[in-house]
């Protein structure tokens, strides 16, 4: 399958991974500063998300990523997953360590990680809502849990359209489960970046201490105004953090 996906600029790829509440278009905030400092930037849509359909058949994330790196030619990259796209980035940078130059992880899953009472409880609430197909509810809930109190009503009405269309695409199509390797920690050799949000649900701070505990060198940096997608709530506190650090 060929994900869709956009391309631009020039200079040192920076690949950037979406969140399960998003799709590419989550990335628009830092889309013209990337290249204006230098860099060429792909952003993507994983199976079941934007513009890609949902999965069929068995298959894997972080292959799918691999997979159009080898189609587009691009040989080493940095890796910047949100959520669900970290996880992502974990599995990419723990099997292809040699592809990396850099890593940032921004408010990242971690898959095995025990769910905290927070996490639980949104997970059965959501289920709620999607049982009875009512996916109004459950992308309000998503944008209620997920967007701390620096977002605005725009990024509010952009978050809700991406997560409503993820649940379109997603609620009919075959129960279909994407495989993913164990991710050896000791394996990534990128250096590293683990951005958590002082305002994010509940649990994610302690991924992001598992992540900096067991990556190598992982510089921490915890957002005290952040909730879970701050490259959305406020892309003039963070895109200058994501520079920063691309530029080393």
Same mark, same amino acid.
């Given at each position: 399958?060929?994900?869709? *996906?956009?391309?631009?600029?020039?200079?040192?790829?920076?690949?950037?991974?979406? /969140?399960?509440?998003?799709?590419? $278009?989550?990335?628009?905030?830092?889309? %013209?500063?990337?290249?204006?400092?230098? +860099? $060429?930037?792909?952003?993507? %849509?994983?199976?079941?998300?934007?513009?890609?359909?949902?999965?069929?058949?068995? *298959?894997?994330?972080?292959?799918?990523?691999?997979?159009?790196? #080898?189609?587009?030619?691009?040989?080493?990259?940095?890796?910047?997953? @949100? @959520? +669900?796209?970290?996880?992502?980035? $974990?599995?990419?940078?723990?099997?292809?360590?040699?592809?990396?130059? /850099?890593?940032?992880?921004?408010? /990242?899953?971690?898959?095995?990680?025990?769910?905290?009472?927070?996490?639980?409880? +949104?997970?059965?609430?959501?289920?709620?809502?999607?049982?009875?197909? %009512?996916? #109004?509810?459950?992308?309000?809930?998503?944008?209620?849990?997920?967007?701390?109190?620096?977002?605005?009503?725009?990024?509010?009405?952009?978050?809700?359209?991406?997560?409503?269309?993820? +649940?379109?695409? $997603?609620?009919?199509?075959?129960?279909?489960?994407?495989?993913?390797?164990?991710?050896?920690?000791?394996? &990534?050799?990128?250096?590293?970046?683990?951005?958590?949000?002082?305002? #994010?649900?509940?649990?994610? #701070?302690?991924?992001?201490?598992?992540?900096?505990? =067991?990556?190598?060198?992982?510089? =921490?940096?915890?957002?005290?105004?952040?909730?879970?997608?701050? /490259?959305?709530?406020?892309?003039?506190?963070?895109?200058? &953090?994501?520079?920063?650090?691309?530029?080393?």
């Amino acid at each position: 399958m060929t994900l869709a *996906y956009d391309l631009e600029g020039s200079g040192p790829t920076v690949v950037l991974l979406h /969140s399960a509440v998003c799709d590419r $278009q989550m990335w628009q905030p830092q889309w %013209d500063a990337l290249h204006q400092a230098g +860099f $060429q930037t792909l952003r993507l %849509d994983l199976r079941g998300f934007g513009e890609t359909p949902a999965p069929t058949e068995s *298959y894997s994330n972080a292959e799918d990523v691999r997979d159009l790196l #080898d189609e587009l030619g691009l040989d080493q990259v940095t890796l910047v997953g @949100s @959520s +669900f796209g970290g996880r992502i980035a $974990q599995e990419f940078a723990s099997r292809w360590p040699e592809r990396l130059t /850099s890593l940032a992880l921004i408010c /990242s899953a971690l898959r095995g990680h025990p769910p905290t009472p927070a996490m639980r409880a +949104f997970g059965a609430a959501e289920d709620a809502f999607i049982e009875v197909r %009512d996916l #109004d509810g459950a992308a309000a809930l998503n944008v209620q849990t997920f967007l701390g109190p620096e977002a605005d009503e725009a990024t509010r009405v952009l978050v809700t359209q991406m997560q409503r269309l993820a +649940f379109e695409l $997603q609620i009919d199509a075959p129960e279909v489960e994407g495989r993913a390797e164990k991710v050896d920690f000791a394996a &990534i050799t990128a250096r590293t970046l683990v951005v958590s949000g002082a305002l #994010d649900l509940a649990g994610f #701070d302690e991924i992001a201490d598992v992540l900096t505990e =067991r990556i190598a060198g992982a510089q =921490r940096v915890t957002l005290d105004w952040a909730g879970h997608l701050p /490259s959305l709530e406020s892309p003039a506190r963070f895109t200058p &953090i994501l520079l920063d650090f691309l530029r080393g």
